[in-house]
């Protein structure tokens, strides 16, 4: 990843970004995927977490936790979430804590990430892996991102933007095989 939010220690995530930057090695997944929330206030649904547009927001209108959905055709692996969230903007509406969870549909979700959010403002950067080597990227039919509190004991809550990122299928532009030595990458090229 090409930056990293202001701070992050045991779960949580301080600070944020204002410009989103992501490796080129990862690619947005999450465009043909099938997206639903748990609840909305009229027009703050799902159209408003994926118009790339900071102004909109979805806006919860239920109990939490809040939940969105993001389920895929087939399989895929994914490696990172990444939010706009605003508190200067938002206050109680805006996530403290937040909970990642993957598996083949709702009736086998598992719970891989938890992290708290503090006064966030900006791209608050989630990567799905653990910090064990056992705790790999997810390959997974199914994402679904719980917002489970906000801050001041808000009960609606507000997010500007979702992008999903998973690994691209070949990193290395034009080129029909992927190379894995550095001598077939440096010598691989059509005459």
Not at 26 to 44: F, H, I, P, Q
Not at 57 to 72: K, T
Not at 107 to 123: A, D, Q, R, S, Y
Not at 138 to 153: C, D, G, V
Request: net charge neutral.
């Amino acid at each position: 990843m090409a930056t990293e939010s202001d701070g992050e220690e045991e779960g949580k995530l301080i600070g944020g970004n204002q410009h989103l930057v992501v490796d080129d090695d990862l690619r947005e997944m999450a465009k043909k995927a099938a997206w639903s929330v748990s609840s909305c206030k009229s027009g703050n649904g799902v159209p408003s977490i994926r118009d790339d547009n900071l102004d909109t927001y979805w806006q919860s209108d239920g109990a939490q936790p809040h939940l969105v959905n993001i389920q895929f055709q087939k399989k895929v692996k994914l490696q990172l979430v990444v939010m706009y969230v605003d508190f200067k903007l938002d206050e109680s509406y805006t996530p403290s804590k937040v909970s990642i969870r993957a598996g083949d549909g709702f009736h086998n979700l598992k719970e891989i990430k938890t992290v708290e959010l503090v006064k966030p403002v900006g791209w608050m950067y989630i990567p799905l892996s653990g910090t064990e080597p056992r705790d790999a990227f997810p390959n997974t039919f199914m994402l679904q991102i719980a917002i489970i509190s906000n801050h001041l004991n808000g009960r609606d809550t507000h997010v500007r933007q979702i992008k999903v990122y998973g690994p691209r299928p070949n990193p290395i532009p034009h080129q029909p095989f992927q190379f894995t030595s550095r001598e077939f990458i440096t010598y691989s090229s059509i005459r």
